[in-house]
Protein backbone atom coordinates (compact mmCIF):
# COMPACT_ATOMS: atom_id res chain seq x y z
CA UNK A 1 0.00 0.00 0.00
CA UNK A 2 1.14 3.23 -0.87
CA UNK A 3 0.18 6.09 0.95
CA UNK A 4 0.25 10.59 0.14
CA UNK A 5 -0.03 12.54 3.39
CA UNK A 6 -0.89 16.12 2.93
CA UNK A 7 -1.35 18.91 4.88
CA UNK A 8 -0.32 22.84 5.04
CA UNK A 9 2.98 23.25 7.96
CA UNK A 10 2.09 22.46 11.26
CA UNK A 11 -0.85 20.24 10.21
CA UNK A 12 0.29 17.52 12.12
CA UNK A 13 1.75 15.09 9.52
CA UNK A 14 4.87 14.16 11.30
CA UNK A 15 2.51 13.40 14.32
CA UNK A 16 0.33 11.36 12.20
CA UNK A 17 3.13 9.37 9.76
CA UNK A 18 4.69 8.04 12.66
CA UNK A 19 1.44 6.22 13.90
CA UNK A 20 0.94 5.21 10.08
CA UNK A 21 4.38 3.30 9.66
CA UNK A 22 3.28 1.66 12.42
CA UNK A 23 0.13 0.57 12.43
CA UNK A 24 0.44 -0.13 8.59
CA UNK A 25 4.47 -1.04 8.13
CA UNK A 26 5.19 1.45 5.75
CA UNK A 27 8.30 3.29 4.88
CA UNK A 28 8.44 6.99 5.71
CA UNK A 29 9.47 9.48 2.96
CA UNK A 30 9.48 12.91 4.06
CA UNK A 31 11.58 15.35 1.88
CA UNK A 32 11.56 18.02 4.50
CA UNK A 33 13.51 15.14 6.76
CA UNK A 34 15.84 14.64 4.24
CA UNK A 35 16.86 18.06 3.10
CA UNK A 36 17.12 18.91 6.91
CA UNK A 37 19.11 16.00 6.62
CA UNK A 38 21.35 17.15 3.65
CA UNK A 39 21.39 20.97 5.44
CA UNK A 40 23.16 19.22 8.62
CA UNK A 41 25.73 17.24 6.65
CA UNK A 42 26.42 20.73 5.03
CA UNK A 43 26.04 18.47 1.16
CA UNK A 44 25.59 20.79 -1.80
CA UNK A 45 22.18 19.60 -2.04
CA UNK A 46 21.39 20.99 1.75
CA UNK A 47 23.04 24.07 0.79
CA UNK A 48 21.29 24.82 -2.16
CA UNK A 49 17.74 23.90 -0.66
CA UNK A 50 18.48 25.97 2.35
CA UNK A 51 17.96 29.18 0.01
CA UNK A 52 14.94 28.55 -0.80
CA UNK A 53 13.46 26.56 2.23
CA UNK A 54 15.00 29.58 4.72
CA UNK A 55 11.93 31.99 2.81
CA UNK A 56 9.58 29.50 3.12
CA UNK A 57 9.58 28.39 -0.32
CA UNK A 58 8.99 25.23 -2.09
CA UNK A 59 12.93 24.16 -3.49
CA UNK A 60 13.22 23.30 -7.08
CA UNK A 61 11.08 20.55 -8.79
CA UNK A 62 14.66 19.13 -9.99
CA UNK A 63 16.39 18.67 -6.63
CA UNK A 64 13.55 17.08 -4.55
CA UNK A 65 11.88 14.65 -7.87
CA UNK A 66 16.26 12.90 -7.75
CA UNK A 67 15.35 12.26 -4.04
CA UNK A 68 12.44 10.48 -4.13
CA UNK A 69 13.45 8.67 -7.20
CA UNK A 70 16.48 7.64 -5.56
CA UNK A 71 14.62 6.51 -2.67
CA UNK A 72 12.02 5.05 -4.27
CA UNK A 73 14.46 2.66 -5.91
CA UNK A 74 16.28 1.91 -2.49
CA UNK A 75 12.52 1.30 -0.82
CA UNK A 76 10.07 0.06 -3.71
CA UNK A 77 9.93 -3.79 -2.19
CA UNK A 78 8.43 -1.52 0.40
CA UNK A 79 4.70 0.47 0.95
CA UNK A 80 5.18 3.60 1.35
CA UNK A 81 3.91 6.87 2.73
CA UNK A 82 4.76 10.01 0.88
CA UNK A 83 5.27 12.86 3.51
CA UNK A 84 5.61 16.58 1.78
CA UNK A 85 5.79 15.07 -1.60
CA UNK A 86 4.39 15.65 -4.08
CA UNK A 87 4.05 19.83 -3.39
CA UNK A 88 3.17 21.02 -6.75
CA UNK A 89 0.70 19.79 -9.54
CA UNK A 90 4.09 18.51 -11.51
CA UNK A 91 5.51 16.43 -8.74
CA UNK A 92 2.24 14.65 -8.85
CA UNK A 93 2.22 14.03 -12.31
CA UNK A 94 6.24 12.96 -11.52
CA UNK A 95 5.06 10.72 -8.80
CA UNK A 96 2.11 8.95 -10.57
CA UNK A 97 3.79 8.75 -13.45
CA UNK A 98 6.41 7.03 -12.30
CA UNK A 99 5.09 4.94 -9.67
CA UNK A 100 2.48 3.98 -13.19
CA UNK A 101 5.88 2.63 -15.31
CA UNK A 102 6.97 0.27 -12.46
CA UNK A 103 3.06 -1.23 -12.35
CA UNK A 104 2.61 0.54 -8.83
CA UNK A 105 0.26 3.01 -7.98
CA UNK A 106 -1.34 5.35 -4.67
CA UNK A 107 -4.21 3.60 -3.20
CA UNK A 108 -5.08 6.30 -1.14
CA UNK A 109 -4.13 10.35 -0.30
CA UNK A 110 -4.88 11.70 3.47
CA UNK A 111 -5.87 15.54 3.56
CA UNK A 112 -5.63 17.11 6.97
CA UNK A 113 -7.30 20.40 6.71
CA UNK A 114 -6.54 22.89 9.52
CA UNK A 115 -7.12 27.13 9.54
CA UNK A 116 -4.44 28.82 9.05
CA UNK A 117 -4.62 31.03 12.85
CA UNK A 118 -4.56 27.15 14.16
CA UNK A 119 -1.46 27.00 12.19
CA UNK A 120 0.17 29.88 13.08
CA UNK A 121 -0.44 29.01 16.97
CA UNK A 122 1.39 26.06 16.48
CA UNK A 123 3.95 27.50 14.88
CA UNK A 124 4.95 29.53 17.65
CA UNK A 125 5.02 26.33 20.24
CA UNK A 126 6.91 24.38 17.76
CA UNK A 127 9.63 26.95 17.58
CA UNK A 128 10.13 26.68 20.75
CA UNK A 129 9.52 23.21 21.58
CA UNK A 130 11.18 21.50 19.07
CA UNK A 131 13.86 24.71 18.13
CA UNK A 132 12.56 25.07 14.33
CA UNK A 133 13.80 27.59 13.21
CA UNK A 134 11.85 27.45 9.94
CA UNK A 135 8.66 28.41 12.44
CA UNK A 136 10.12 30.59 14.39
CA UNK A 137 9.87 33.42 12.13
CA UNK A 138 5.73 34.11 11.63
CA UNK A 139 6.57 35.59 8.00
CA UNK A 140 8.18 32.13 6.88
CA UNK A 141 5.44 30.55 8.21
CA UNK A 142 3.30 32.98 6.45
CA UNK A 143 4.96 31.82 3.06
CA UNK A 144 4.80 28.48 3.74
CA UNK A 145 1.05 28.18 4.31
CA UNK A 146 1.07 30.33 0.99
CA UNK A 147 3.14 27.91 -0.91
CA UNK A 148 0.66 25.04 0.28
CA UNK A 149 -2.77 27.00 -0.67
CA UNK A 150 -0.87 28.26 -4.24
CA UNK A 151 0.82 25.17 -5.60
CA UNK A 152 0.16 22.00 -3.30
CA UNK A 153 -4.07 22.23 -2.98
CA UNK A 154 -4.03 22.38 -6.83
CA UNK A 155 -1.51 19.01 -6.79
CA UNK A 156 -4.82 17.62 -4.49
CA UNK A 157 -7.42 18.77 -6.90
CA UNK A 158 -5.39 16.76 -9.47
CA UNK A 159 -5.12 13.25 -7.68
CA UNK A 160 -8.58 13.52 -6.54
CA UNK A 161 -9.74 13.58 -9.98
CA UNK A 162 -7.69 10.27 -11.15
CA UNK A 163 -10.07 8.69 -9.06
CA UNK A 164 -7.79 8.20 -5.95
CA UNK A 165 -9.17 7.50 -2.63
CA UNK A 166 -9.24 11.23 -1.29
CA UNK A 167 -9.69 10.88 2.97
CA UNK A 168 -10.10 14.56 3.67
CA UNK A 169 -10.11 15.10 8.18
CA UNK A 170 -10.56 18.13 10.19
CA UNK A 171 -7.00 18.57 11.51
CA UNK A 172 -8.29 20.40 14.19
CA UNK A 173 -8.63 17.22 16.61
CA UNK A 174 -7.21 15.11 18.90
CA UNK A 175 -4.24 13.14 17.44
CA UNK A 176 -6.05 9.86 18.00
CA UNK A 177 -9.46 11.48 16.60
CA UNK A 178 -7.78 11.97 13.77
CA UNK A 179 -5.61 8.64 13.11
CA UNK A 180 -8.92 6.32 14.32
CA UNK A 181 -10.16 8.47 10.81
CA UNK A 182 -7.05 7.56 8.91
CA UNK A 183 -7.39 3.69 10.06
CA UNK A 184 -11.08 3.83 9.20
CA UNK A 185 -10.92 5.41 5.92
CA UNK A 186 -7.87 3.60 4.35
CA UNK A 187 -9.35 0.15 5.22
CA UNK A 188 -12.25 0.72 3.07
P1 LIG B 1 8.40 20.12 5.43
O1 LIG B 1 9.15 19.64 6.62
O2 LIG B 1 7.75 19.03 4.65
O3 LIG B 1 7.44 21.24 5.75
O4 LIG B 1 9.49 20.76 4.42
C1 LIG B 1 10.36 21.81 4.82
C2 LIG B 1 10.81 22.60 3.61
O5 LIG B 1 11.52 21.74 2.69
C3 LIG B 1 9.69 23.21 2.78
O6 LIG B 1 9.26 24.46 3.30
C4 LIG B 1 10.35 23.35 1.41
O7 LIG B 1 11.23 24.47 1.38
C5 LIG B 1 11.20 22.09 1.34
N1 LIG B 1 10.47 20.96 0.71
C6 LIG B 1 10.11 19.78 1.31
N2 LIG B 1 9.47 18.99 0.43
C7 LIG B 1 9.42 19.67 -0.74
C8 LIG B 1 8.88 19.39 -2.02
N3 LIG B 1 8.24 18.23 -2.29
N4 LIG B 1 9.01 20.35 -2.99
C9 LIG B 1 9.64 21.50 -2.77
N5 LIG B 1 10.16 21.83 -1.57
C10 LIG B 1 10.06 20.93 -0.56
Same mark, same amino acid.
Given at each position: ????????? %???????SKKIIENFGLTH????? &? @????KTKNTDLG??? !? +???? !?? %? %? #???? @? &???? #?ESFYTQNKGNGLLFDGYPRNIDQAKHLLDFLKADNNKIDSIIYL? &????? %????AEKRAIEENRKDD????? #????INEFSSFTIPA???????GINTV +??????TREE??? @?IIQNLKK
Amino acid at each position: MNIIIFGPP %LAGKGTQSKKIIENFGLTHLSTGD &V @LRTEKTKNTDLGKKA !E +EYSK !EG %L %L #VPDE @L &VMKI #VESFYTQNKGNGLLFDGYPRNIDQAKHLLDFLKADNNKIDSIIYLK &VPKNI %LLERAEKRAIEENRKDDADSNT #VITRINEFSSFTIPAIEYIKETGINTV +EIDGTQTREEIFQ @LIIQNLKK
